[in-house]
C-alpha cells in the first residue's frame, strides 16, 4: 500500500513539475509577448510565473526524491538501477532550477535595473541589457536541461510497471 501511495506521489511531483515546464514554454512565455503591450510587462509576467514554476520544481523535486530513495531501499538490484537513474536526473533538475532562481534571477533583476528597469528602452551597449540578454540565453538552455531530464525521468516511470517491487522484468512476448 505504501509503495503505491508513493509511486502516486512521485508521478504527480514529476508530471506537475515537466507539465509546467511546458504550459510556460509553449503557452504562457509566448502569450505573454504576443498580446501585452510591451516586452517590458511580458517580462514581468514571465518572470514572476517562472519563479513560482521554480518553487513547484523545488517542492515537487525533493518529494520526488525523498519517495525514490524509500522505494529504492525495498527494491531488489534491477529495480534499484532505475530509481537511482530517476534519482540523479531528479538532482540534476532540482540543481539547475535552484541555481536559476537563486543565482540567474537575480542576476537578471539586477541588470534589468543597471538598463534603467526596461531592458528593451536600453542602448544595445548598455552593460546591464548586454549581460540580460546574456543571463536571458542562459536561463532558456538551463529550462531546456531541465525540461528534457524531465521527460528522462517520465519515461523512466512509464517503464516502472515492467519491474515490479521485486525488481525483476517482466518479458514481454
Not at 542576476?107 to 542602448?123: L, S, T, Y
Not at 532558456?140 to 519515461?155: A, S
Request: proline letters at 3%; glycine letters at 10%; aromatic letters at 10%.
Amino acid at each position: 500500500m505504501i509503495q503505491t501511495v508513493l509511486r502516486a506521489f512521485r508521478l504527480l511531483a514529476m508530471v506537475l513539475w515537466v507539465g509546467g515546464l511546458a504550459f510556460f514554454a509553449f503557452v504562457v512565455a509566448p502569450v505573454a509577448f504576443q498580446t501585452l503591450s510591451s516586452h517590458h510587462e511580458a517580462g514581468l509576467v514571465v518572470g514572476g510565473t517562472l519563479r513560482i514554476l521554480h518553487l513547484m520544481g523545488l517542492v515537487g523535486g525533493a518529494i520526488f526524491c525523498v519517495a525514490t530513495a524509500w522505494l529504492w531501499l525495498w527494491a531488489e538490484v534491477p529495480a534499484r538501477v532505475g530509481f537511482a537513474i530517476q534519482f540523479v536526473l531528479t538532482l540534476v533538475m532540482l540543481g539547475v532550477t535552484a541555481y536559476s532562481q537563486f543565482q540567474v534571477l537575480p542576476a537578471m533583476e539586477r541588470d534589468r535595473a543597471v538598463a534603467g528597469g526596461d531592458v528593451d528602452a536600453a542602448p544595445v551597449t548598455n552593460a546591464g541589457r548586454v549581460d540580460f540578454e546574456r543571463l536571458h540565453v542562459l536561463s532558456e538552455r538551463l529550462e531546456g536541461l531541465v525540461f528534457f531530464c524531465g521527460l528522462g525521468v517520465v519515461y523512466l516511470l512509464s517503464r516502472e510497471s515492467q519491474w515490479p517491487e521485486t525488481g525483476r522484468v517482466k518479458v514481454q512476448l
